[in-house]
């Protein structure tokens, strides 16, 4: 849908507080606020380079700056732009040292190397954090949370992980509102995942939790009913990695092996069948997987080999491997032309991997330019994402061609 909507806020820097009359700010100057995280020293992990959930992306460059591409109709894309999409990466602006990217349905969020989140786009439903904005097409920094260690964005709301292990989550979903971080009631937590209307954390000793929405068994506690604070996920132990889609779950064993539950219509789960679950099944014939990313309706893997493979909806070609006869994939199906993937991205209908060379490849929906090659054709192959390359270091040279330094893929909603 092409609908634009009005930041409140002007589009100076300058002005652009001035309107909004404040916010969550204390203790920093407008000039603070709006100039960017400082410089700082940066380690990234593989898992946290790209996030593309809904109808855009971001791309988390090897010296911690940030680029999008996609729709843009809520300043998503924290170019400033007025433009409601973006078929190229254009740099988010202001932002540096930056170590995770997440995206939500309209908003997205990045952390900083000294444990501060910096958040644009929508805020109808106070996913950015901030009490006094309705929107922002520029990043600005959330004061009312800091020594944040990870980050989790779902449709319409967000959650973080503190560096002494407390989680805070803000935001609306359909079982809890709050336009300030609020504390949940867990410990432990290792990672975050989160999906339409529920989030997910894996906890150091490889259980799984979590709360909201269960209308599909998407918390996976043998029940439908919703939860408004953590419940295990039965039967799962040992696990490595979570994700969460739309409505539906994957977790990644540390033997290699994958589990999934929830929302199955669309054969998301990938266990053969389109029953849901609200128990882990397991994802047919994985093994040596190392990676997992749950989309809206589909599920990616990411063999240790660098092999990828995709399941699920087949309806805009986000299976990757060309015409499908059939509305469904059912089983993991092998992505033709791609090789030597480090990390992979599904979203609501498009798919993104990125190769070890640090070109990223895209396929599926393309209404809004999320994949990024200067068009607005879906694609059911792999295509290039335009001005992307395998170099060490960035060389921004104009908004259509430069960027470098592009690694590994941060799986998303």
Known sequence: MNRKVSIICLSSSAAFLVACGGGNYEGETRAQLMSGPPELPIEILDEDRLSGTNLHTLALA?????????????????????????AIPVRVIGLSAVTQVQTGEGHSVALHNDGHLWAWGSNAQGQLGMSQVMATSVPMKLTAIDSVKAVAAGQNHTVALKSNGSL??????????????????????????????????????????????????????QSFENSSSPVQVVG?????????????ALALLNDGTVKSWGKNGNGQLGNGNRNNSNTPTSVFGLTQIKAVSAGAKNGMALKADGSVYTWGSTLNGQIGSGPSTAPFQLKPLKVGGIVNAVSISSGNGFSSVILKNGQVMTFGFNGSGQLGNKTKVSSDKPVRVIGLSGTQTLDVGSRTTGLSGIQTVNGGN
């Open 62 to 86: 090897t010296n911690g700056s940030v680029f999008a591409w996609g729709a843009n109709n809520v300043g998503q894309l924290g170019n400033n732009s007025a433009l409601n999409f973006s």
């Open 236 to 248: 799962l132990a040992q696990v490595k990695a979570i994700s969460a889609g739309f409505s539906h």
């Open 168 to 221: 805070w989550g803000w935001g609306k979903t359909a079982t809890s509102y709050a336009n300030l971080p609020q504390s949940i009631n867990i410990t432990d937590v290792k990672s975050l995942a989160a999906g339409t209307d529920f989030t997910l954390a894996l906890k150091h000793d490889g259980t799984v939790w979590a709360w909201g929405v269960n209308e599909s068994g998407q918390l996976g506690n």
